[in-house]
């Protein structure tokens, strides 16, 4: 998934496609009176992208409320691979891309269990 942040959250866009897939029955249930995802043992990779530079771990919405989300339909192991600066330090794109490139690549390296990681390095590059 990609998600860039858009005053310090989720797109609307987004935020939509959660509201249509987060449904009792389909991605969450109810046992016992408490709530259960559906979505165990799936795996999510998620890249970000902000404009600004690192927010305090308090004011990181985007990160935050993605990873409640997920958590929220049963995935639980979520990796997150930020670029950020790009508005405030355009000299610094580059570098950005090519360091979340790299930490794609050490993905790819240490896990067999995420698919499409090319093509979101074909989508960085």
Do not use: C
């Not at 799936?42 to 958590?71: E, F, P, V």
């Not at 490139?101 to 093509?119: A, C, R, S």
């Amino acid at each position: 998934m990609t998600a860039p942040m858009y005053n310090l959250s989720i797109s609307s866009q987004l935020k939509n496609y959660f509201d249509l897939i987060i449904r009792a029955g389909l991605t969450f249930s109810y046992i016992n009176n408490e709530r259960v995802g559906l979505l165990k043992n799936k795996k999510a990779l998620i890249l970000t992208s902000q404009g600004g530079l690192k927010y305090d771990k308090d004011m990181d919405y985007l990160n935050n409320y993605l990873r409640d989300l997920l958590n929220f339909v049963g995935i639980e192991d979520s990796t997150f691979i930020g670029v950020e600066g790009v508005a405030m330090k355009p000299n610094n794109i580059e570098l950005e891309h090519s360091n979340a490139e790299k930490k794609l690549w050490i993905l790819l390296i240490t896990t067999n269990n995420f698919y499409g990681i090319f093509n979101m390095i074909y989508i960085l590059n």
